[in-house]
């Protein structure tokens, strides 16, 4: 089975340019994640989705952040004007969420972003 | 409040030795989750276990081990027989009953096993 698939893998632009992450969560899968990871803040959760609802968006460091799911097997994740800061990776998970059952959310390979 | 502490930030072995790296975790709730991941050098994250609370036996899968304390609010990971593919960064991480969804991170060890 595919894993959770995300796209591009590696991304460089210019400060000022919008930025689009994309991720495609494992079939079957109701709940989804975007997570940042850097050096000095580790792994952050940005904001989950479940059954394509944004359920916690706390973690968005701010309105230059958006994350949309259209439908059950897609979602993005949209940097808007980019920052050198927002200089990271991303990564995308997915799990199958039902009732108070926890299963354990499987990451894609990441997209490497650097803002320059 | 939920945390998760992962007290060695870096640690360094020689292949075939065997290594513990340590978990510590907090929280208010009696029904809790705990993991542990690896991030190879090549970035992906790559989930290994999950235990429930409620189950405190010890677990063992080839070479790793996992040791489950609640009494200590402790989730040792455990490699036996170290090798130079185990060289990664570890991560333990908790959610919690009333917020199933969230996993909350430690900040990883870094493990290198040298030849």
């Known amino acids: 089975d595919a894993g959770v698939i995300q796209s591009p893998r590696h991304e460089v632009t210019e400060m000022g340019q919008e930025v689009t992450l994309r991720c495609k969560p494992i079939?079957?899968?109701?709940?989804l994640f975007w997570y940042r990871q850097t050096m000095m803040r580790g792994l952050e959760l940005l904001i989950y989705?479940?059954?394509?609802?944004?359920?916690?968006d706390s973690g968005m460091p701010e309105d230059r952040f958006s994350a949309k799911m259209p439908n059950a097997s897609f979602s993005t994740l949209k940097i808007q004007p980019s920052e050198p800061r927002d200089s990271a990776v991303y990564f995308c998970?997915?799990?199958?969420?039902?009732?108070?059952?926890?299963?354990?959310?499987?990451f894609g390979d990441g997209t490497r972003l650097s803002i320059l | 409040a939920q945390k998760v502490t992962q007290a060695q930030t870096e640690i360094s072995v020689v292949e075939k030795e065997d290594v513990t790296l340590d978990c510590v975790y907090e929280?208010?709730?009696?029904?809790?989750?705990l993991f542990w991941y690896k991030q190879p050098p090549s970035g992906e994250l790559v989930f290994l276990i999950r235990?429930?609370?409620?189950?405190?036996q010890n677990e063992i899968s080839g070479r790793y081990s996992w040791n489950f304390q609640k009494s200590t609010s402790s989730f040792n990971f455990t490699i036996t027989a170290s090798q130079v593919v185990d060289s990664a960064v570890y991560f333990c991480?908790?959610?919690?009953?009333?917020?199933?969804?969230?996993?909350?991170f430690g900040t990883g060890t870094r493990l290198q096993v040298f030849p």
């Open positions: 991480a908790l959610s919690e009953a009333h917020d199933t969804d969230k996993l909350i």
């Open positions: 929280t208010r709730d009696t029904t809790y989750y």
């Open positions: 998970a997915s799990t199958r969420t039902t009732g108070n059952s926890n299963q354990p959310q499987h």
């Open positions: 989705f479940n059954n394509n609802v944004p359920i916690d």
């Open positions: 235990r429930n609370s409620f189950d405190e």
């Open positions: 079939s079957g899968h109701n709940s």
